[in-house]
Structures are given as C-alpha cells and as structure tokens.
C-alpha cells in the first residue's frame, strides 16, 4: 500500500501551478484539428502567438483517453470574443479535441524539460527513494530451494508461504533464507547440506527441509525504488511534495544560467528551502527488522 499516488501529468500542472507561477489552461468546449475553444479565457486578442517564445498549447486528457492526448502545437491565433486558439497550420492536431478534453498553455516552461527534471530528482534521491513493494507471483517446487526474485527489490524483510487457503499467516524464520544480489536477484532458502549431516546427530529441522510445500505461492515484501516517470500516465508513488519543489528548484536553475536574473534566483532558493523542508517526510529513517539489501 502507497500512501501517495501521483502521475506525472498531475505533478507537473502543480509545478506549474504553484511553485513556478505560470500555469494556464482548462476544460475545452469543442475544437477542430486546428482550433480549441475555452470561452474561459481571458487573455487579449492575439496574445498567445505574440508571447516569447509563441506559446503552445498540449492536450493533457482527452475524454476517451485516445489522440489528441499529449499531442503539442504552437499557436497561431487566439480570438478573445470566442475564446478559440488557432494552431499553426503546419502541424495541426490529428484528432479534433473534443468537449471535457484538458489542455495547458505553455510558453516560458516547456512540459518535456519538468518531465525530465522530475526523472533527474527521482535518480538523484537513490535509497532515499524507496517505495514499499509486494509481490506474490513466485510459487514453490519440490526440492527447489533458490528462486529468481521479481525484479525491482532492493531489499526484502519478509517472505511467507501461502497456506492451504492461500493466506501468508507464517512467515519464514529471517534466519533461514538469504538473498544475492545479481541479475537476476535470488532467494535462497537454507538446508543442511547432505555432506554436513552425520550419523547419531540431531538437527533442528530448518524451514525448507520441513514446511516448503510445492506449488503454494510466496510473498516477498520489501522496498524498491521509484521508477523515473516515461509517460504522462505513469505514476510517483513520492511525497510530491518534495518532488514538486525540487524539481521547481532545478527548472529555475536552469534559468538563471540561461538569463542571469534576481528574481529566478530569489524564487529557486525558497523552492530549494520548501524542497528540504519535505526531505525529511520522505525518507526512511529506519527500515523493517530482518531487512535483507540486495544491492
């Protein structure tokens, strides 16, 4: 279970929104391949082509989740009495957008560059990015004792067998598997090797040797990290919080390269202030007893 769910189309409208100030868009009413009409827009007559740089607008959610979904086009025309943006006729929408359709309107901010700062602020947080993760897809054999783990753990701090019912009530002692990382990573479940065992000695009966049971499947809990986000679909599972204000920070950091200005400066360091202050909800201080790292 995640507490945050978040895709990447969401974060980026609220980076826009909030910590970067410049967010613009809505519902449509109608449109064609070359026009969208909002008659809640306000801005002047021809005011998006005239922007630096021209503005365009991305369709971001269309109602039957097809084309123009995530298409972008540069503006040609607005018209303020009808509330319609004309698209450059060079590229025009290949689908017309249709009535409950969102957009956003861009222009000082490209949606491609906050995508790709969101994957380089996901990267840069490492262990401290971690996600709780279960997996019930292995299932048992006989007298198998290593399994290929699914990908994505980096550590493990419970393994259980599923019962007659298919429950995972008991869980396998910690001190009787061991993993290793590697591609993939493996689990391995410990048994007195035949050449240690000696005649007129006892041995407590470990795990394996006494309860594995074929064919019942096992469940893996442990943690992974966040995957970097490849599409407006895909989902950080994050505090966005963080996320959000980081990710502003390096955005306008950009900027201040770019265009030496005080006032990018002065709006990426209380990001970067808002960002650290939200650090601290997102790691993990301490990780589960028995937890097992593979990597």
């Given at each position: 279970?995640?507490l945050?769910?978040?895709?990447?189309?969401d974060?980026?409208?609220?980076i826009l929104?909030?910590?970067?100030r410049?967010?613009?868009?809505g519902v449509?009413?109608s449109?064609?391949?070359?026009t969208?009409?909002d008659d809640?827009?306000?801005?002047?007559?021809?005011y998006?082509q005239?922007?630096t740089p021209?503005?365009?607008?991305?369709?971001?959610?269309?109602?039957?989740?097809?084309?123009?979904?995530?298409e972008q086009?540069?503006?040609?025309d607005f018209?303020?009495?009808?509330?319609?943006?004309?698209v450059?006729?060079?590229?025009?929408?290949s689908?017309a957008?249709?009535?409950g359709?969102t957009?956003?309107i861009?222009?000082?901010?490209?949606?491609d560059?906050?995508?790709?700062?969101?994957?380089?602020?996901?990267?840069s947080l490492?262990?401290?990015?971690?996600?709780?993760?279960i997996?019930?897809?292995?299932?048992?054999?006989d007298?198998t004792?290593e399994?290929?783990?699914p990908?994505?753990?980096?550590?493990?701090h419970?393994?259980?067998q599923?019962?007659?019912d298919?429950?995972?009530?008991?869980?396998?002692?910690?001190?009787?598997y061991?993993v290793?990382k590697?591609n993939?990573?493996?689990l391995?479940?410990?048994?007195?090797?035949?050449s240690?065992?000696?005649?007129?000695?006892?041995?407590?009966e470990?795990?394996?040797?006494?309860?594995?049971v074929?064919?019942?499947?096992?469940?893996?809990?442990g943690?992974?990290?966040?995957?970097?986000?490849?599409?407006?679909?895909?989902v950080?599972?994050l505090?966005?919080s963080?996320?959000?204000w980081?990710?502003?920070?390096m955005v306008l950091?950009?900027?201040?390269?770019?265009n030496?200005?005080?006032?990018?400066?002065v709006?990426?360091?209380?990001?970067?202030?808002?960002?650290?202050?939200?650090?601290?909800?997102?790691?993990?201080?301490q990780l589960?007893?028995n937890?097992?790292k593979?990597y």
């Open positions: 279970m995640t945050y769910s978040n895709s990447r189309a974060l980026i409208k609220y929104r909030v910590p970067l410049h967010y613009e868009g449509v009413d449109g064609t391949t070359a969208l009409v809640e827009l306000e801005r002047p007559d021809d998006y005239n922007t021209v503005s365009r607008v991305k369709i971001i959610t269309t109602t039957d989740g097809a084309a123009p979904k995530g086009r540069r503006i040609s018209a303020l009495s009808t509330g319609t943006i004309t450059s006729s060079d590229k025009l929408f689908v957008p249709g009535a359709d957009y956003v861009l222009n000082q901010y490209d949606w560059e906050i995508a790709d700062a969101i994957n380089l602020v996901i990267e490492g262990e401290k990015g971690m996600i709780y993760k997996d019930e897809t292995l299932e048992t054999q007298d004792y399994y290929s783990l990908p994505g753990f980096i550590t493990i419970r393994v259980a599923a019962n007659s298919g429950n995972f009530t008991d869980p396998i002692p910690p001190d009787q061991t290793f590697g993939p990573a493996k391995k479940l410990l048994t007195m090797p035949v240690e065992q000696h005649i007129d000695h006892y041995y407590g470990l795990w394996a040797s006494s309860s594995l074929a064919d019942r499947r096992l469940r893996i809990e943690y992974e990290r966040q995957q970097k986000l490849t599409t407006d679909d895909s950080c599972y505090n966005p963080y996320i959000v980081k990710t502003a920070a950091s950009s900027r201040i390269i770019a030496d200005n005080d006032a990018y400066r709006r990426r360091d209380e990001c970067a202030k808002e960002a650290e202050a939200y650090l601290k909800e997102l790691v993990i201080t589960p007893p937890t097992k593979i």
